[in-house]
């Protein structure tokens, strides 16, 4: 069983998961428009991680037979015109994602649920990874400036990515 406190805040983070996926899919959908589809594509798999990730949370409250609450997913802001600026923003977002996760890792600590602080391990070692993927794509990007072939060659790259053997199970 974990606190009301704690089960909010888990809450609050699938439907944050959910949001996530929402934002992805509408920066999918930007480099679409800028027929980029093997980056459009990453961006794709990184919306379905991020329901993945909802599921997790979703089934870990069920689990404690928590309250689920669906809350409103709020509508993402979308003005990113360019290849940088879209992952730029993932950027942004995927270090906000990883401050709220450690911020109910810090709640499970002070609350004594070690079963939820073993559950948030994936996600808080996987924001590592999450960041730092995003960050190769933008020093690549940058390097490139505005080469168009250098752009179609990342773009290929880009479109080689499958979902992470891992995330079925999260
Ligand atoms: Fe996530
Ligand atoms: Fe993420």
Same mark, same amino acid.
């Given at each position: ?13 699938? /439907? ?6 929402? @934002?992805? @899919? ?20 990184? =919306?379905? *991680? *991020? ?9 870990? @409250?069920?689990?404690? $037979? =928590?309250?689920?609450? !669906? *809350? ?8 990113? $015109? ?8 993932? #950027?942004?977002? *995927? ?11 810090? #709640?499970? /600590? ?9 559950? !948030? +391990?994936?996600? /808080?070692? &996987?924001?590592? &990874? &999450?960041? %730092? ?9 940058? %390097?490139? %400036? $505005? +080469? ?6 990342? $773009?290929?790259? @880009?479109?080689? %990515? ?9």
């Amino acid at each position: 069983m974990i606190s009301h406190e704690l089960a909010k805040g888990i809450n609050q983070q699938m /439907v944050f998961e959910l949001y996530s996926a929402y @934002l992805y @899919l509408g920066l999918s959908a930007a480099l679409e428009k800028m027929n980029l589809p093997g980056a459009a594509h990453w961006m794709k798999m990184q =919306a379905d *991680e *991020e329901i993945s990730h909802a599921n997790g949370f979703y089934t870990y @409250l069920v689990g404690q $037979d =928590a309250e689920i609450e !669906l *809350e409103t997913i709020q509508k993402p802001e979308i003005s990113a $015109d360019t290849p940088l600026a879209v992952f730029t923003a993932a #950027l942004k977002h *995927e270090k906000l994602v990883s401050k709220k996760i450690d911020k109910l890792a810090e #709640l499970s /600590v002070k609350e004594h649920s070690f079963a939820t602080l073993v559950f !948030l +391990n994936t996600f /808080v070692t &996987e924001q590592v &990874e &999450e960041e %730092r993927n995003v960050q190769v794509i933008i020093d690549k990007l940058s %390097r490139i %400036r $505005d +080469n168009p072939s250098a752009l179609l060659f990342i $773009d290929a790259e @880009l479109a080689k %990515r499958t979902l992470s053997p891992g995330t079925a199970a999260v």
